[in-house]
């Protein structure tokens, strides 16, 4: 699957839904934060953000080795938008400006409401889950096909001017490149497909991540349920709203995972930190640590990178002045047990610029100063 999301390690997770699904009541268990969760449609008006921890046993065994003066944990940066309505992308309820606070995260937990309650309005009138699934899904290709259109038709008259006066610049040629790209995209939206699931070259790939569509954005799918519906699916793994949820995004988001969950039950914090850490993984996000009597660290890089592009999430210099780094998995440093303070640091490998960085990895990196 094409990784469409930013080359950063700082990214962000949207809390997505229809308007009265349980979105804030979420974000509030995800973040211990407070925010308004009233049974009112659009009672979140502005996106409300947390930075959470993201749970690692290995940086907490690290820390009760080290015993540190100073633990820095690995953290994750959760969105509370609004919800959604029918015709969002035209503008009705606050439309516009919920997709505008969409655009602006890297990955999608999409909540959906599984469970009856005449007390909780829907701004649909009933409760229906695979509804809503598709509501959603056709707002944002909806949304996407508005702007892609309307860039396709800016880009086509700006190259022939281009061309007109043989304009070679880079400037040129990346604008050609990216409008190759947007006339695929605008094929692909006509025919209601999200732009996530389809082939793309790596030189495509770099033009989509400048873009930023909605339907390049990875999803996770909460269903919330009733507290007594959940205790059911937790014992039985049976739910009737369950099949035919699994069905509609096994067809229409065939590499998302789907979490059963319910806002009303509250002693679920493993159940939480299986959400915090699906959203960190779809992120295409690793850890590394550093350790030490004064710091225990664990630091956020992306998949697949390699060690001076990992030291620059330290500090810029370090991939300037990269030298070596020297490396052990956690696997390795837990096999050395209780002693491990006594020897651990002879039992480093020494790795090059070329090494890419696993996740896990303990790292000491030798760098040259620059004045």
Not at 186 to 206: C, F, G, N, P
Not at 210 to 222: H, M, V
Not at 317 to 329: L, P, Q, R, T, Y
């Amino acid at each position: 699957m094409a990784q469409l999301t930013r080359l950063s390690s700082s990214l962000k997770m949207g809390i997505v839904g229809m308007a009265n699904v349980g979105k804030s009541s979420t974000f509030n268990m995800l973040s211990k934060q407070s925010v308004p969760a009233e049974n009112f449609p659009f009672c979140t008006i502005d996106p409300n953000q947390a930075v959470v921890k993201v749970p690692d046993p290995r940086f907490d065994y690290l820390c009760q080795i080290f015993k540190p003066k100073s633990q820095v944990f690995s953290t994750l940066s959760i969105i509370d938008i609004a919800g959604l309505v029918k015709g969002a992308s035209e503008g009705y309820g606050l439309g516009n400006e919920f997709l505008a606070h969409i655009q602006a995260v890297d990955g999608l937990y999409q909540v959906v409401r599984a469970f009856e309650k005449e007390k909780i309005v829907h701004t649909e009138g009933t409760m229906d889950p695979i509804r809503d699934l598709q509501i959603i899904s056709e707002e944002l290709m909806a949304k996407d096909y508005q702007f892609v259109s309307k860039r396709v038709d800016e880009y086509s008259k700006k190259i022939k001017k281009y061309e007109a006066n043989k304009n070679v610049s880079v400037e040129a040629r990346d604008m050609v490149e990216q409008y190759k790209v947007l006339q695929k995209c605008d094929e692909l939206l006509k025919k209601k497909q999200w732009v996530r699931y389809q082939k793309w070259t790596d030189l495509e790939q770099i033009q989509l991540r400048k873009i930023q569509l909605l339907t390049a954005k990875p999803s996770i799918y909460l269903i919330n349920l009733s507290k007594e519906d959940h205790d059911a699916y937790v014992a039985k793994k049976q739910n009737k709203y369950a099949k035919p949820i699994e069905q509609w995004v096994s067809k229409n988001s065939p590499d998302s995972k789907i979490v059963y969950y319910s806002v009303e039950n509250q002693d679920q914090q493993q159940l939480l930190d299986q959400m915090i850490i699906a959203g960190y993984d779809l992120l295409n996000l690793i850890r590394f640590f550093t350790v030490g009597s004064d710091e225990v660290r664990s630091w956020t890089i992306k998949k697949n990178i390699k060690a001076p592009q990992a030291a620059a999430a330290i500090h810029s210099d370090f991939e300037k002045g990269f030298v070596n780094a020297e490396v052990m998995s956690f696997d390795k440093f837990k096999k050395l047990g209780d002693n491990a303070l006594d020897n651990y640091e002879k039992k480093f490998s020494k790795e090059g610029k070329d090494y890419i960085v696993k996740d896990g990895d303990i790292i000491h990196f030798k760098t040259k100063s620059f004045k």
